[in-house]
């Protein structure tokens, strides 16, 4: 809305919002924003609250921002606290379960058996030395798809490859899902401190002896089998996974 109102041929002269948190809960935010829309001679009119350019306006408004404000943090703090209580009952947080796992009734995960084998594929390939891409043609050739009923591609391997719950381990808390710019980032871990691990919290589907190191992936080396056609891969795998 800010960059079309910012646009020369709008002829836009009035935003009008319900109330002044629905134009932003942020202070910065919204003085920012508002002082974008003044350049270009747009106003920002709340309907039920009655404000005008008296000073005394002005003091109402920044106080109706900071409760505003108020009210979003106190929520994140409050829904932080409930997630940090299910973490540490080694309880799922919402969004959707990894693959190999469901969630049930009472929000502990249960293994998927289906998915399961599907996860202990990808394990076995790769520490025998198997590409991303010789492991993506043969779960495709097999049939599996990922938790989202997608094709498997590499983004999907590296993070199945690096989850500790395979081996047993309950884990929240661990990526910063925001920078100090305000933009999600789920490549950066947090602190030790701040991550929650329960040892057992999990039902186990990969040893911890076979969860690899995936840090060096570029460094690899095609395994010895990497261009050898894939005829007889569903009695390899009935075979090697007994």
Request: charged letters at 30%; a positive charge.
């Amino acid at each position: 809305m800010i960059k079309f109102c910012e646009s020369d041929n709008t002829g836009i002269t009035m935003v009008c919002v319900h109330k002044l948190d629905r134009f932003s809960r942020d202070k910065y935010d919204s003085a920012m924003y508002k002082q974008k829309l003044k350049a270009k001679g747009i106003r920002v009119v709340s309907v039920l609250e009655n404000l005008n350019d008296s000073p005394e306006s002005v003091i109402l408004e920044s106080v109706i921002e900071g409760m505003a404000q108020y009210y979003s943090a106190n929520l994140a703090r409050e829904v932080a606290k409930g997630q940090r209580e299910n973490g540490l009952r080694a309880m799922h947080n919402g969004g959707d379960a990894p693959l190999g796992y469901d969630v049930a009734y009472d929000k502990k995960y249960i293994i998927n058996e289906e998915e399961a084998q599907a996860v202990k594929i990808i394990f076995d390939m790769y520490v025998k030395g198997y590409s991303y891409s010789n492991i993506i043609d043969e779960l495709n050739e097999l049939g599996y798809k990922t938790k989202r009923g997608n094709k498997f591609g590499k983004n999907s391997l590296h993070g199945i490859l690096n989850n500790e719950k395979y081996t047993g381990v309950y884990v929240f808390n661990k990526t910063q899902r925001k920078g100090i710019n305000g933009k999600r980032n789920g490549h950066k871990q947090k602190s030790e401190d701040e991550i929650i691990r329960v040892e057992g919290g999990m039902p186990q589907i990969i040893d911890k002896e076979i969860q690899p190191s995936t840090s060096n992936d570029e460094k690899r080396k095609k395994s010895p089998g990497a261009h050898k056609a894939n005829n007889n891969i569903f009695t390899y795998w009935n075979n090697s996974l007994r």
